[in-house]
């Protein structure tokens, strides 16, 4: 059974940094060809905010969070990451790991995994 667990999020203050972990397992962590993360704001839809590929040549942001935020994946660990840098307010909502047996980096792709979620709260 593959599971996606993250981990990292928490309170912080604006213009802080955080890192999210999201760890596979249930099946082998490079046949997901790509890593992905989500975030979804009380109130408001789901969205993309970063993606990367199999090994890692290929990465995807969401302008809002481009030049902030750095996606990663350390094979050998079964772990991705999702590095946040500059938080704000806006930031503030529950991130979810995904995982496709796609190729792609859009946030478009058919995402077959998915994680339970982790709270990233920012104030001002």
């Known amino acids: 059974q593959v599971q996606l667990v993250e981990s990292g999020g928490g309170p912080v203050q604006a213009g802080d940094s955080l890192r999210l972990s999201c760890t596979a397992s249930?099946?082998?962590?490079?046949?997901?060809?790509?890593m992905a993360w989500f975030r979804q704001a009380p109130g408001k839809e789901r969205e993309f905010v970063a993606a990367i590929s199999w090994v890692g040549e290929r990465t995807g942001y969401a302008d809002s969070v481009k030049g902030r935020f750095i996606s990663s994946r350390y094979n050998a660990k079964d772990t991705a990451y999702l590095q946040m840098n500059d938080l704000n307010p806006d930031d503030t909502a529950v991130y979810y790991c995904?995982?496709?047996?796609?190729?792609?980096?859009?946030?478009?792709?058919?995402?077959?995994?998915w994680g339970q979620g982790t709270q990233v709260t920012v104030s001002s």
């Open positions: 995904a995982a496709t047996l796609h190729a792609g980096v859009s946030g478009f792709e058919p995402f077959d995994y």
């Open positions: 249930g099946r082998p962590f490079m046949s997901y060809l790509t």
